[in-house]
Each structure stands twice: as C-alpha cells, then as structure tokens.
C-alpha cells in the first residue's frame, strides 16, 4: 500500500459522493417510513401470503438456476466446438436481457395460443394447459435468465482452475465424476452461496416477469404489490408496510451474502477446454449444452420472428412508438453516463486508499440498490416528490434517471473497481517515480487500460435502463413512456402483436448495445493520439 501514489481528492471526492448518496437513501426511506407514521391504518394487504409466494419463488429460483448453471457450465468446460465463445457470449447477455422479453417469448412459445399448442392442435387436434402462467412461467423465465447467468459465472471459476492440477488430474486417468468431484467442486463451491445470494435477491426483487406472467394476486410477490398499491388502489399505507418489509428482507440477505466470498466477473473471454472426457460422458454433456442453449434462444428467437412477422409496420408508424424510443434512448444515455460519473468517482476513490475501513466505507453505494431494490427505490421518490410538491410531470424525467443510475451502481463498481485496483498494485510505483498528477495518471495510464470495462460499464448500465419497468411503472405517464411500459400498455390493451413488435426492437437495441459499446469504447481507448 505504500508504493499508492496520494490522491487526497481523488478520496475526498469518493466520500463525498458516498455521503451524497447515503443521505439521498436516507431520504428516500424517511419518505417511507412518513408515511408510514402519519397514514391511517385499514390497508386490506395480506404480508404474510405475499412474503411466502416471494420467499419461495426466489428460493426455488436459487435453487433451480444454480443446478441448471453447474451443469451448463460442467458441459461447457469440457466441450471444444466451433461457435462456443458465441454460445458463452450468449449465457453473459443473460445479465442485461430485459426480464419482460423473456417472458414475453414464453408466452409466445408455451402461451394458450402459443407454437407448441399451435402445434399440436394442427397435427394432432389436442390443447395443453398453459404452464407459461402462475408459479411454473415464473420459475420458468427466471431460470432461463438466472441460470444462463449463472452458467457464466461458475464457467469463469472453472477456466481459473490451474493447468498443472488438470494434468495431474489426467496423469492419475481421473474419471469425469473422479474429476469433478475432486478438482472442479473445489473450485465452485466458493462462489455458489454469494451467487445463490445474488439469485436470490434478483428473484425476490423481480418486477416485469411475475407482473406478466404472475396469472393473479396467488401468485403475486411484494414487489408486484407495492405497484398495484400504489399504482391501482393508491394504497399508501399498504405500499409503505410491503416496502418496509421488502427492505428489512433484502438487508438480511445481503448480511448474510457479505460473509460469502464475492461472486468473480464473468464476462472476458473464456478459456479454451483441455480436458476430453469418455464418449458417453460427452453425449450427457451435448444433450445439457444443447437443451440449455434452446431453452435460453428459443424464447429470444420467438420474439424476434412474431415481432418482425408482424405487427412491425404498424407500430413503426405509431407516433406514440418513436416517442417512447426517443425517451428509451435518451434516459438510457443519460442514466449510463451518470452511473459511468458515479462509478469512476467512487472506484478511482477507492482504489487510491490506504485504510481497509475507508475502502470499505467507499463501497458501500454499491449496495444501495440491493437493499432497497427498484420499485421500493420509485415508491420512496414518489412519496419524496409528493412530500416536496414538486409536480410528478417535471419531476419523472430526473427521477427515473438517478433511480436507474443507482440500479446499475452495484455492477458498474464491480466492472470498474477490480481493474482499477490491479492497476494500482502494478504500477503504482511507476506512477509515483514519474511524479504524474491525478488527471495525468487516469489519461495516460489508467483510460487506455480500462477503455474495454469503460463500454462495458456503459452497455450494462444502458441496457439496464432500457429494459427496465419497475422505475417508469409508477412515474410514467401517457406522454412521458418507455418502450417497456408501451410494451406493458400494449399487452394490457390486448394488442399483442405491437408489443411483440415492440419486444423485438428492444431486444434488438439491447444486444446492439451489449456488443458494439465495449468494442467501440476500447477502440476509442487504443486510438492513437496525435
């Protein structure tokens, strides 16, 4: 830690802006707990059934999501083909692919009116029930997400694993179960409480999919409930209880989680297998590669066959539809620019101090939006604004941005911190011999070796913003709407072939994003200067 060149400012700034945010949280929860204290009691929630249906979705979630990703993982591992590194591209588009699509693609492919039933009754005249809606297309469509996420990150540990221990593993002739039991469990078992955390809680906070495919109030979670408190029956005594509960939940698991070893970035190339298992283990593993790889495609690709099959034209001619990109677009950028603000103040802040309890005072903005997830976070600046009297029409545009920005703090931090950390440790001697200033050391040293985490930072945090409803459903209005609440009104409306239209387009942008920003922010990084 002495060779750290001495950034005061750079620390400074860093706490300031953790204040900043500290205090910003806190008034959002004293908004909350206001209301709380000045409302009238006679709220019809029901706490206890809507804890229950949360709890065990997001535990069958954690559980279901981390079986399929370990054994998607075990198959990617071992098998060498041409197109793996797209199918591992595939599973870490998983993080930022819009909740609302996958179950939007679902339901065009397991719906009542949907390919299979379509199917079957052309070949031979029978009609199954729908499993796509209740229980079964929640933990359906958070699996398909979750699982694909979590495949990359347990591949990610897998690749780590040392090449000497693989051959040592092979010198003694090691069978697939021997192997994995001995060398690969070793090296997972680590990261599975801290992702089955992350799971969790990305399940028991999840907003689009059980408010599309819930199939009524049994099934609701407290998130969905906070919504129609606040949104249909403007219950505020009811919304506040839910958040307070949700709240106290989400803090209880991120204690637990924070003693867990932290969950490794999984989104850098992946290495290339070396370890050839017998033919028949590798049957099981092309039959789990293949079957996980449809399971997550398949409901991107119905979206994107019914989106551009039909209804596309209609609602490219829809003013409604181009205000709504244009607005998409626009908080997208904004809230990616100010989460990238946020991100390298407090990441440069961190990396340059000495202490251990400064550096983890630093990181505390990152759990934020874990704590106190989206739809708490809008009803806490809705009650704010209406406390301030500020009018919800000039504020929304503000508010969705920040509350986006704070949404996709945690993994810009995580993006950003780790390399700028590894800079320090290698080159922090050089920095202080060559006597460089704060800005000299970012533009000389640091940009050109983050340029890569830089776009993918901004492509997270932008695709987080365009996929997201929890923050617009409560602030959006008729002229002021994202592609995701047009989408919603659209299903709403029983117009089901514009919001596959408008599903299709938003996947589209989505993975534009995910892919073309970090190659064009490298680029712009290794550009030559003249």
Not at 293 to 321: C, H, M
Request: a positive charge; aromatic letters at 8%; one cysteine or more.
């Amino acid at each position: 830690m002495l060779t750290l060149p001495h950034r005061p400012l750079r620390i400074a700034a860093a706490t300031a802006l953790t204040l900043l945010i500290a205090a910003l949280i806190a008034a959002v929860l004293w908004a909350i707990l206001d209301a709380a204290t000045d409302a009238a009691s006679g709220s019809r929630v029901d706490i206890p059934h809507l804890l229950r249906m949360t709890s065990l979705q997001a535990g069958l979630t954690m559980v279901l999501s981390l079986l399929v990703g370990t054994a998607l993982a075990w198959a990617l591992n071992r098998l060498r083909f041409f197109g793996r590194d797209l199918v591992v591209g595939l599973f870490a588009a998983a993080i930022v692919t819009p909740g609302m699509v996958v179950a939007f693609g679902l339901l065009s492919i397991w719906g009542r009116n949907g390919w299979i039933n379509q199917a079957t009754e052309s070949l031979f005249g029978i009609r199954f029930d729908s499993p796509a809606y209740g229980l079964s297309g929640i933990l359906l469509a958070h699996v398909v997400l979750d699982g694909a996420f979590a495949a990359r990150i347990l591949l990610a540990r897998l690749d780590s694993i040392p090449q000497n221990r693989l051959k040592v593993g092979q010198s003694l002739g090691l069978s697939a179960w021997q192997r994995f039991v001995l060398i690969d469990w070793p090296a997972l078992r680590g990261s599975l409480p801290g992702l089955g955390a992350i799971i969790f809680l990305l399940a028991f906070t999840s907003f689009p999919i059980v408010l599309l495919l819930g199939g009524g109030p049994a099934n609701q979670t407290l998130e969905v409930a906070i919504y129609t408190a606040v949104r249909l029956d403007f219950d505020l005594v009811g919304a506040v209880r839910l958040a307070l509960t949700q709240i106290a939940v989400c803090s209880i698991v991120i204690l637990l989680a924070s003693a867990f070893t932290p969950v490794p970035s999984a989104l850098s190339r992946s290495a290339q297998p070396s370890w050839r298992d017998a033919a028949p283990v590798r049957v099981l593993q092309w039959l789990v590669l293949v079957i996980g790889t449809i399971g997550f495609a398949l409901p991107l690709l119905s979206v994107l066959y019914d989106g551009l099959a039909s209804g596309l034209l209609r609602v490219l001619g829809q003013a409604s539809f181009w205000r709504a990109t244009l607005t998409s677009l626009v908080i997208g950028a904004s809230s990616a620019l100010v989460t990238l603000a946020l991100a390298l103040i407090l990441s440069l802040g961190r990396s340059a101090a000495h202490l251990p309890a400064a550096r983890t005072l630093l990181g505390v903005p990152a759990y934020a939006y874990l704590a106190v997830p989206a739809v708490v976070l809008s009803l806490g600046f809705f009650l704010l604004v209406r406390a301030l009297g500020v009018p919800g029409g000039m504020a929304a545009p503000v508010v969705v941005i920040f509350a986006n920005s704070l949404l996709s703090l945690p993994f810009a931090i995580a993006t950003l911190g780790p390399p700028l950390d590894a800079i320090l440790r290698s080159r922090g001697k050089l920095i202080r011999s060559l006597g460089l200033s704060g800005w000299r050391q970012f533009a000389a040293i640091e940009y050109p070796l983050i340029g890569r985490d830089i776009g993918l930072m901004l492509a997270l945090a932008f695709c987080f913003s365009l996929g997201d409803l929890g923050v617009i459903a409560l602030f959006g209005t008729q002229d002021f709407q994202t592609l995701p609440l047009l989408m919603y009104r659209a299903l709403g409306s029983y117009k089901s072939n514009d919001a596959a239209a408008i599903a299709a387009l938003l996947l589209i942008f989505t993975i534009a994003a995910f892919v073309g920003l970090p190659r064009l922010l490298e680029r712009i990084a290794h550009a030559p200067r003249r």
